[in-house]
């Protein structure tokens, strides 16, 4: 399962806050039509034989969901865990 299939285009930055939580950074700004667009920046740890780290950017117009957007993906160890 993705980050995305739970969220739904169009939906409200509030509905989508409240499933998903705070984001760790957010960003706006207001284009030259005066519609507010607003970036949250989301992080998630998932192992796939591997620990990794996974970056999402969500993008609002107007507190209203118009994509989500994988970022970067980070290998977080370098070297299999002997854990045993």
Known sequence: ???SDNYKQGMTKTD???LQG???KESFYYDQ???LHEDLYYKHIIYL???YEINYVCHF???TLISIE???EKRLYEQDCKCK
């Open 1 to 3: 399962m993705s980050f």
């Open 16 to 18: 989508f806050i409240s």
């Open 22 to 24: 705070m984001p760790y």
């Open 33 to 35: 039509d005066n519609i």
């Open 49 to 51: 034989q591997n620990w």
């Open 61 to 63: 117009e107007d507190s």
């Open 70 to 72: 994988q970022k970067e």
